[in-house]
């Protein structure tokens, strides 16, 4: 979140002096097409008629959409200055992906360790270009505004740290460049757009990868050798997109009980909620429990279609069996990715496993009470995917 940038009076009619507003600051009007143009007219009408914004909540809400239409005028201006950055085609990427709340983070942030992977900074996808050496990273700009950004949400919102820390530096999640399209679950996220969620249901995010997959060339140009690690629990809903731009994707998908995993990511999307907005919290708080379950529950089973018919290609993992031996669990990922895990590679990843810095921010706690719905409601929304996956009996 950034409350730097004074919002308008009416978001709707701001569209001109948005894009002239990032134009300044970019220093370029490209803004690569217009595709991405529907969706944020939508979702700058529903900004004036779904939230109850908090002043504070106006000015925080419109410089996300500032700093989102900036990244994409950022890697559209990097993409002509760096001509033959997409010479490289993206083959066999590893993508980690499911319900949020089943270990995606810490999976990934793991996998990570290896530094032959290559991925997706928080600061890059704030501001794409290609990857510049790490030990030059505090040379940028960019580098410095994401941080700042980062700690700014996490003094407003302190809990969210423990729920879910985002470093600058560290890798992070594709939607965060996905949404430069502007047709992403992400904006339904910060605030009340039951309008813009509405539009966004029918959408194709078709455009979007396309544009995700040429971010990824130029961030990777100069290191096109590196396989890509990537994560997303969006992904989960877009299988037959992500395969589509990566035939030989190699995906893992996570799995945990949703009476335990989408309660979890409600709790976190409603610290931000008094910040953003003026009441309505405990009606939000139900309103949001309410779509998520069915958001994710219709993912999990579009995934399952599309899995079917990529055989091979899809790993399904327990969150359980990943707490309990993660070891265990690498070397069948990396089984089925076609890697060997080398001695370097595993002494780090034993370290990050014993050091737990997921914990190190405290630990997050919910109570499904608090969001209008049982633990057997939201199981029995989701059909046999509980049954399926074993994950009542694994949590117990």
Request: proline share 6%; hydrophobic share 40%.
């Amino acid at each position: 979140m950034d409350d730097s940038y004074n919002p308008p009076a009416r978001f709707a009619t701001a569209l001109d002096e948005l894009h002239e507003l990032v134009a300044r600051e970019v220093g370029s009007h490209d803004f690569g097409g217009t595709d991405y143009l529907p969706g944020l007219r939508v979702l700058l009408q529903s900004m004036d008629y779904d939230p109850r914004f908090s002043e504070r909540g106006r000015r925080y809400a419109w410089g996300t959409v500032v700093g989102v239409l900036k990244g994409r005028a950022q890697a559209i201006k990097s993409m002509a200055e760096n001509p033959g950055f997409d010479k490289h085609a993206i083959g066999n990427p590893v993508v980690i992906t499911g319900v949020p709340r089943t270990g995606t983070t810490a999976l990934h942030r793991l996998m990570a360790v290896d530094e032959r992977f290559q991925g997706l900074q928080t600061w890059l996808l704030d501001s794409p270009m290609p990857r510049p050496p790490q030990e030059r990273w505090a040379d940028y700009p960019g580098f410095h505004k994401t941080a700042a950004v980062l700690e700014a949400r996490y003094a407003a919102a302190p809990g969210k740290r423990a729920a879910h820390h985002m470093a600058a530096e560290e890798v992070d999640e594709c939607c965060l460049v996905l949404r430069q399209g502007f047709v992403s679950n992400l904006w339904s996220c910060g605030w009340s757009a039951a309008t813009y969620d509405a539009w966004w249901q029918s959408q194709s995010e078709a455009h979007c990868y396309a544009h995700f997959y040429r971010c990824m060339q130029l961030i990777g140009s100069t290191t096109p050798e590196k396989r890509w690690l990537l994560k997303n629990p969006g992904h989960i809903e877009n299988l037959d997109l992500l395969f589509a731009i990566f035939p030989g994707a190699k995906v893992i998908q996570t799995h945990r009980d949703p009476a335990f995993a989408v309660p979890s990511l409600c709790a976190l999307l409603i610290q931000l909620h008094p910040i953003m907005e003026d009441g309505r919290r405990q009606e939000r708080a139900h309103n949001m429990l309410a779509r998520e379950v069915a958001k994710w529950a219709n993912a999990v089973r579009k995934a399952q279609r599309v899995a079917q018919a990529h055989p091979g290609q899809v790993l399904d993992l327990v969150h359980g069996d990943f707490h309990s031996n993660p070891m265990q669990v690498l070397e069948r990922i990396y089984d089925f990715i076609g890697m060997d895990i080398t001695g370097e590679a595993r002494a780090g990843m034993e370290k990050r496993i014993e050091e737990k810095p997921e914990l190190q921010h405290g630990v997050h706690r919910y109570d499904v009470a608090d969001f209008g719905l049982t633990k057997e409601e939201i199981r029995e929304r989701f059909g046999d995917y509980v049954e399926r996956f074993n994950l009542v009996r694994e949590r117990t």
